[in-house]
């Protein structure tokens, strides 16, 4: 499957401890896109990164949020001390330029105890 | 008010029928229009873009775009119940220098024998 690759599909926390969301983009594509989706709700931009850059994180929580894609190794979404609020699915796209079509990752479903 | 603008639905018609989605959006510089298919629990999937006014056909499935009404739709003939999942209308924003995909809300649509 050469589609993007998100792991785990199914996360649960505690409140207080961290979560890191995994996203490996589809081969041959350096352009990544973070989402966050609640219930009933549509995706939410959170953040874009190019190898090694973050590109554009206006959508990212100014505290507890933060985002990675090292030169080696899939993206990052680390998110420290959750809270309930976080409990979302998170979706990953990459793209093979910024102005091409993004393909969706299955998605990260985030839960908070 | 929304940037992207969409009935939550849901939206029930019978199997057979034509299903028609609607969407309206705020930024009248826009030129590039999305529509995604989500099923529960799974990753949106692109099933129509459109650039200019007018209809674009693709299968059992229309695009019409009207940008002078800031107005998007997508129209479903021939519904299946397969065809039952939220529908994601979308529109790119220039910002930072790269086109940000921007979404709405979503419609569910529910395809009934």
């Known amino acids: 499957n050469a589609g993007v690759m998100q792991n785990p599909r199914h996360l649960v926390r505690r409140r207080g401890q961290e979560a890191r969301l995994r996203c490996s983009p589809m081969k041959g594509h350096s352009h990544v896109y973070w989402y966050r989706q609640l219930p009933e709700e549509g995706l939410k931009f959170m953040v874009y990164?190019?190898?090694?850059?973050?590109?554009?994180e206006s959508g990212m929580p100014k505290e507890r949020f933060s985002a990675e894609f090292p030169k080696e190794g899939p993206s990052i979404l680390r998110i420290q001390q959750v809270v309930r609020g976080d409990s979302a699915a998170y979706f990953c796209?990459?793209?093979?330029?910024?102005?091409?079509?993004?393909?969706f990752g299955d998605g990260t479903r985030l839960s908070i105890l | 008010q929304k940037e992207v603008e969409q009935n939550s639905g849901p939206l029930s018609v019978p199997e057979g029928a034509i299903a028609s989605l609607n969407c309206t959006y705020s930024d009248r510089g826009s030129q590039s229009f999305f529509w995604y298919r989500q099923y529960s629990g799974k990753s949106p999937e692109l099933i129509m873009s459109i650039y200019s006014n007018g209809d674009k056909e693709d299968g059992r499935f229309t695009a019409q775009l009207n940008k002078a009404s800031q107005y998007v739709s997508l129209l479903i003939r021939d519904s299946q119940p397969s065809d039952s999942a939220t529908y994601l209308c979308a529109h790119k924003r220039f910002s930072g220098g790269y086109n940000k995909l921007i979404f709405g809300a979503g419609t569910r649509l529910a395809v009934h024998p």
């Open positions: 990164l190019q190898k090694e850059n973050i590109i554009d």
């Open positions: 796209a990459s793209s093979l330029t910024p102005n091409q079509p993004q393909h």
